[in-house]
């Protein structure tokens, strides 16, 4: 009986699931197996007949699933028991020509190098919808304005698309990421017992090309069975992508405290209920969003210790990726794919971002009467002069206009001109921010498409 993951069960994506089920993993392996044989009779090393036989007989029909789990428990690993099945369908001859040369992390590794590669598609594809929603956001609100918080309290105004903006350019960059890692794990891994390619002769390097284009994999010339470098950048890749979900996650619950009351997850019936507060809509979507991205942030550690794998094949540190590969990229899809409901979903307050802005009595603006003093003052006086305002104003709990009125000397006053500012005039660049983030993702989107039609 498999342990029930209740997290990826409630929150995961069907889609990695998929990628990373057992039937996959086996049929990845049939694949390998097939492709290899189809590059050894292109190379000359056994015949196109034996080769076809052998690419008709990798198909799981063939395959004891039960079997083959109870026997590699006792070899330690699945491919001897896999191809014992595999020659077991064939005649004499072709059966004595299956995995010819391999050895079974070439085959796992290969098989595994597939799954990623298309565990980093299924990535790029959520990305791309998250983006896609925080786009319309940033559109949507690029002029709302909003108070930024720095060190958890209120700073200076901006708007709710700037805040999503920083999110969107993240966002831009990641995608960049999981494209790049996706070129670096999809390589076939074919070297032999000590990464020699003894066994597979002269023909070796033609083979293992072969097999490459076959499985559309990269053909590496230096085996990799123990370096495992690109295993670790796709677990981080992974980690880092899921961290970003959950940093919408986090800004979405801070947002929505009932002190705060600016955003909220969507409602529906029972949605986020408590069993015993009737008044509760708890922001469960980003509950798990966070739970998810932490896991996965933890768990990514072990792959650097995978990477500690010593001589030419590890003695139980490549074990560690067979648990960890599939759960980060279940984790990460599973984050990303709850990142897009909550996204889609999004009720957003303007009137209670307005009204949080004159939650201290216009303490926000400090910084815009600072710097209006500035020119006449120094920035050091003026800071001087706002800062005894508003120190008096939170005392007195009034306002800071109004204070500023009583401390500042009359040229000071003429300084500052009407009183009090709007925080709409102080948002700075914040809708140039906006503009930019669309940019930047809209064009990565652009080239996208341009490497889809050009085939890249």
Not at 71 to 85: D, F, H, Q, S, T
Not at 368 to 389: F, K, N, S, T
Request: one cysteine or more.
């Amino acid at each position: 009986m498999q342990t029930f993951k209740l997290l990826p069960e409630l929150f995961g994506d069907a889609g990695m699931a998929t990628i990373f089920s057992a039937e996959r993993t086996v049929l990845a392996w049939l694949r390998v197996e097939a492709a290899l044989a189809q590059a050894q009779a292109d190379a000359g090393v056994i015949t196109a007949a034996d080769a076809e036989a052998i690419s008709v007989a990798c198909v799981l029909d063939n395959v004891d699933v039960e079997r083959l789990w109870r026997e590699a428990v006792n070899v330690g690993y699945p491919i001897l028991p896999l191809v014992r099945m595999i020659a077991a369908a064939l005649p004499e001859g072709p059966n004595g020509r299956v995995h010819y040369g391999a050895t079974t992390q070439d085959i796992m590794d290969s098989g595994v190098a597939l799954q990623m590669g298309e565990a980093l598609d299924r990535l790029a594809a959520l990305l791309g919808a998250f983006g896609d929603t925080l786009a319309r956001l940033v559109e949507e609100h690029a002029g709302t304005v909003i108070a930024a918080r720095t060190h958890a309290q209120q700073a200076v105004p901006t708007t709710f698309g700037a805040k999503l903006a920083v999110l969107l350019a993240e966002l831009t960059r990641q995608r960049e990421r999981v494209r790049a890692a996706g070129r670096r794990v999809r390589v076939v891994s074919l070297f032999g017992a000590g990464g020699t390619s003894a066994a597979m002769g002269e023909q070796a390097a033609q083979v293992r090309k072969g097999m490459a284009v076959r499985l559309g994999l990269a053909a590496a010339d230096v085996p990799w069975h123990v370096s495992r470098d690109g295993i670790a950048e796709f677990g981080v890749t992974c980690a880092s992508v899921a961290a970003t979900a959950a940093r919408f996650a986090r800004e979405v619950v801070d947002l929505s405290r009932t002190e705060v009351g600016e955003v909220r997850e969507a409602g529906g019936h029972h949605r986020g209920a408590s069993s015993t507060m009737p008044q509760k809509a708890n922001p469960i979507g980003c509950e798990a969003v966070i739970g998810m991205s932490a896991t996965a942030g933890a768990l990514s550690s072990a792959l650097f210790r995978a990477m500690e794998a010593g001589h030419e094949r590890a003695a139980g540190e490549w074990q560690i990726e067979w648990y960890a590969v599939p759960l980060l990229a279940e984790l990460a899809a599973g984050a990303l794919a709850t990142a897009v409901e909550v996204a889609e979903g999004l009720r957003v307050f303007p009137d209670a971002m307005r009204a949080n802005l004159d939650a201290e009595g216009g303490l926000i603006m400090a910084e815009a009467y600072m710097m209006r003093l500035a020119p006449a003052l120094g920035r050091e006086r003026a800071h001087d002069l706002v800062y005894q305002a508003a120190h008096e104003a939170r005392a007195r709990r009034g306002t800071l206009a109004d204070t500023l009125r009583e401390v500042a000397g009359p040229g000071d006053l003429a300084t500052l001109g009407p009183l009090p500012l709007p925080p709409e005039s102080y948002v700075g660049d914040a809708e140039a921010v906006c503009v930019a983030a669309l940019a930047g993702w809209r064009g990565e989107a652009t080239m996208d498409h341009d490497n889809e039609e050009s085939g890249e």
